[in-house]
């Protein structure tokens, strides 16, 4: 969920195929700011250059810029351990299921997640049992809004190849939907072991916590991080710790323009929202998270997270306004007083 070891940082590398492309273009294509120390009209300089080179001269200095630029987008979150299921082609091609909102109908995705998915299960009856087959079916339902079967298949996952248990931060995410907030934290919590840098994950178990115990008490209860993480993820944390106030958050990453730290802080601010009973508030940061294209194009795990932004605010527009649940509600605000 964040930029782990170096064997599985990168499951699903960005694409780049035109070199000639204006320097915010190849940003976009990113998916990440222009790295320190590589300026906008330096970037720029370098692209007209290009333009003028022919031939190996030209495959030189293009991989040169893709090299200085950053490569594949460093904000892409693994789809899990290094293990077969991520050097699968078929997992590879998992989150193209992401089509954007308006490219198609969501019957229709609808319908082509379901077909994939009988494919994979008559593989499974075939006796196949790759990790990745249980992977892939595992997120189609996922994305389809079957919980269960997905949370089947991911634990279908850790028996065949147990190694997954701490890593399987997929399977927190399907407890959390599944309201099975205990079971979630004690995932999340596990993954901790696996990687101490991921604040992502540490966000997720205080979601989980909070819906148990209350937000001052899951405050207290944060997972401890001594190394920083990739923005926004260092800012986030500091939001649910409650010593940020996620408005500056919000309005300084809407100034700032750049799509993936508006993406997930979008994604994080709504959950916080919802925690806190901020429907409204919460509902509109969502949107604004399925609004969002970079995810759909930046790789496996954004793209996964996309399908997170997509489903919850899909869950709060059909909920009932006084539907809320209040477990998870900012227990740390004054209290008003009881009519007498």
């Not at 209040?326 to 007083?337: S, V």
Request: net charge positive; proline share 6%.
């Amino acid at each position: 969920m964040t930029q782990r070891q170096t064997a599985e940082r990168f499951a699903h590398p960005v694409q780049m195929t035109a070199a000639a492309q204006p320097a915010e273009a190849l940003r976009r294509s990113l998916g990440s700011p222009t790295p320190a120390g590589v300026s906008l009209p330096h970037c720029n300089h370098g692209v007209a250059r290009l333009r003028r080179l022919r031939g190996a001269q030209l495959a030189l200095v293009c991989a040169f810029l893709m090299t200085a630029i950053g490569g594949p987008a460093w904000s892409q979150k693994p789809a899990g351990p290094p293990s077969s299921e991520q050097r699968s082609p078929t997992v590879a091609s998992g989150a193209s299921a992401a089509q954007s909102p308006d490219a198609e109908s969501r019957e229709r995705r609808k319908q082509r997640w379901l077909a994939e998915r009988k494919r994979l299960s008559n593989r499974i009856e075939q006796g196949e049992r790759d990790v990745s087959l249980f992977s892939r079916r595992g997120d189609l339902a996922f994305f389809c809004g079957d919980f269960s079967a997905a949370l089947q298949d991911y634990d279908r996952m850790i028996e065949l190849d147990p190694r997954l248990a701490r890593s399987h931060w997929r399977r927190g995410i399907v407890l959390y939907f599944l309201e099975r907030y205990g079971e979630s934290a004690k995932q999340f919590a596990a993954y901790h072991q696996f990687d101490a840098v991921d604040r992502e994950n540490g966000l997720w178990y205080f979601l989980a916590r909070a819906r148990q115990i209350g937000i001052a008490k899951a405050r207290r209860e944060m997972l401890h991080y001594t190394r920083p993480d990739r923005p926004p993820m260092n800012e986030l944390y500091r939001v649910y710790a409650g010593k940020l106030d996620p408005e500056r958050l919000r309005g300084s990453v809407l100034e700032a323009g750049q799509h993936a730290k508006l993406f997930y802080t979008a994604l994080y601010l709504g959950l916080y929202f919802e925690l806190q009973g901020r429907r409204r508030d919460a509902a509109a940061m969502l949107q604004t998270a399925v609004a969002s294209r970079w995810p759909q194009q930046a790789g496996y795990g954004p793209s996964y997270m996309w399908h997170v932004a997509r489903l919850r605010w899909q869950q709060m527009i059909r909920r009932k306004p006084d539907a809320d649940s209040r477990d998870g509600r900012d227990d740390t605000a004054p209290k008003k007083p009881s009519p007498r």
